[in-house]
């Protein structure tokens, strides 16, 4: 059982769907290509690999709408859109709502390319959602 880091997992992925850049012994910066080039940062810990995608600034939603409300729909989206969870995370001092994935560090790697297709379809439903709320 292979434990990933950053190097091992970017080999891995198919270049054909994924463009990876290591950042360090722990940390990869990946594209994917089937989705719209949609960037996710991915952190490898001992035990487990957290993979996120920015959906957008905490300030755009405030602009549009009550983020108590969209916080609570967040909440309730959790539950349907499976292997995902939300969080709000500070990126170069701007607060940004993310979508996340955790799996384990020795997960194989069929597994992994599930996580990360799956990511990137619901961080493209949330954005939708968040866009049409804009509008």
Do not use: R
């Not at 990876?20 to 290509?33: E, I, T, Y």
């Not at 989705?35 to 957290?50: C, F, N, R």
């Not at 954005?127 to 804009?134: M, V």
Request: aromatic share 6%; with cysteine.
């Amino acid at each position: 059982m292979e434990i990933w880091n950053a190097s091992s997992l970017a080999q891995a992925l198919p270049a054909e769907s994924f463009s990876s850049v290591v950042v360090n012994d722990h940390a990869l910066k990946v594209q994917l290509k089937d989705h719209a080039d949609l960037e996710v940062a991915i952190v490898i810990s001992d035990k487990y690999v957290t993979a996120q995608a920015v959906l957008c600034p905490v300030a755009a939603v405030e602009a549009v709408t009550d983020v108590d409300e969209f916080n609570k729909g967040l909440l309730f989206a959790t539950k349907a859109l499976h292997l995902s969870s939300f969080a709000i995370e500070t990126i170069n001092d701007v607060e940004c709502y993310v979508i996340l994935a955790e799996f384990t560090s020795s997960t194989i790697i069929e597994n992994v390319l599930i996580e990360l297709n799956t990511l990137a379809e619901n961080a493209f439903e949330v954005s939708t959602e968040i866009s049409n709320k804009q509008a």
